[in-house]
């Protein structure tokens, strides 16, 4: 297996929802022109609390100052598994769940925190630019690596850390923030670049328009409706998750779907923000889905994380993840 560091330097960002016109013009140049940007690497998802932005450093440049703009202090670094050769971005997906012991949980273990996207075509990890090192020696033993370099995959050098290096002790991963798992039912799909001009304006009323933005402030923990929305647009692939009731409004044939048409249920994780800074939260979730070889998609934004798994594992899925929840919350 080859574990590709991708070349684009990251920042990860929240536009308040009474924000968001300021920046609408600056998504949608990022979103649907991406030929007047030299941005590769651009996702936004929304959240009933906020908008999270993954960009790149040029394309961060289209976004305006504004208060309404939160950036996580850090630059990041997309990691990407790949098995066997090919691009990252046009590679079978690996899932979040088949990653969980060989990446996610090594860095945990070596409390170096992750941000995750996974999108139709792939996983990306996302890791501080400056635990680059370390998560490299930690995952040199189990993968190939390799870094992407003006868009050729070279070796990567050796980082140097091994001397006084002490492998950590491994503990159970107890979940301790809380759970919930909203009713609506999710899609997760893609589009031909092609045919994006045909749908633009049906896709920036979904992102923009079609009262997301009435919907301030945070949701409370219940099991009800929540509007969620991601959009990526990374190295040319676009990906889509957005519920089922939006996938309806789009014409006939413009989104891939799979052959069994699959729906997805969201466990979202956190009951306050969750932070930049704490480990293991991925692999707390991933962990068990693992052990169940139940697949999962996982997109962290800036205040929660999201996982997403298939519609008739959902019970069995919270009932996995509640055993491992902690009791000395």
């Known amino acids: 297996m080859e574990l590709h560091i991708l070349e684009h330097s990251l920042k990860v960002a929240s536009i308040a929802k009474e924000g968001i016109q300021i920046c609408t013009h600056g998504l949608i140049k990022l979103a649907f022109l991406p030929s007047k940007?030299?941005?590769?690497?651009?996702?936004?998802?929304?959240?009933?609390?906020?908008?999270?932005?993954?960009?790149?450093?040029?394309?961060?440049?289209?976004?305006?100052?504004?208060?309404?703009?939160?950036?996580a202090d850090a630059t990041w670094l997309a990691l990407n598994v790949v098995s066997g050769g090919g691009s990252a971005t046009s590679s079978q997906p690996i899932g979040v769940t088949k990653i969980a012991k060989s990446v996610i949980a090594p860095l945990a273990d070596h409390n170096i925190s992750v941000f995750m996207l996974s999108t139709y075509q792939t996983d990306f990890i996302l890791v501080r630019e400056r635990d680059l090192p370390m998560v490299m020696h930690t995952l040199s033993s189990e993968f190939t690596l390799l870094r992407v370099v003006n868009g050729e995959t070279v070796a990567a050098n050796s980082t140097g850390v091994t001397n006084g290096f002490v492998k950590p002790k491994l503990v159970p991963r107890p979940i301790i923030h809380p759970?919930?798992?909203?009713?609506?039912?999710?899609?997760?799909?893609?589009?031909?670049?092609?045919?994006?001009?045909?749908?633009?304006?049906l896709l920036m009323d979904v992102m923009f328009y079609s009262g997301g933005a009435k919907e301030t402030g945070g949701q409370t923990e219940d099991s009800g409706h929540i509007r969620f929305?991601?959009?990526s647009l990374i190295e040319g692939y676009i990906s889509l998750v957005m519920d089922e009731q939006t996938t309806r409004r789009f014409p006939n044939n413009v989104l891939f779907t799979s052959a069994s048409g699959e729906l997805?249920?969201?466990?979202?994780?956190?009951?306050?923000?969750?932070?930049?800074?704490?480990?293991?939260?991925?692999?707390?979730i991933s962990e068990p889905l693992a052990t169940a070889d139940i697949p999962a998609y996982y997109i962290s934004t800036f205040k929660f994380d999201h996982a997403l798994v298939p519609e008739e594992n959902i019970q069995s899925v919270i009932g996995a993840l509640r055993t491992n929840e902690s009791t000395g919350q």
Do not use: H
Not at 38 to 65: A, H, M, N, Q, W
Not at 182 to 201: G, I, K
Not at 270 to 282: H, M, R, S
């Open 37 to 71: 940007t030299r941005c590769k690497f651009f996702s936004l998802t929304e959240t009933p609390e906020d908008y999270t932005i993954i960009v790149d450093e040029d394309g961060f440049k289209e976004l305006p100052e504004s208060e309404y703009l939160s950036v």
């Open 179 to 201: 759970l919930s798992s909203p009713s609506n039912m999710f899609c997760v799909t893609s589009l031909d670049p092609d045919t994006l001009p045909s749908v633009a304006t």
């Open 229 to 231: 929305f991601s959009f």
């Open 264 to 284: 997805w249920k969201m466990v979202r994780i956190g009951g306050q923000p969750l932070g930049f800074d704490e480990c293991g939260i991925v692999a707390q």
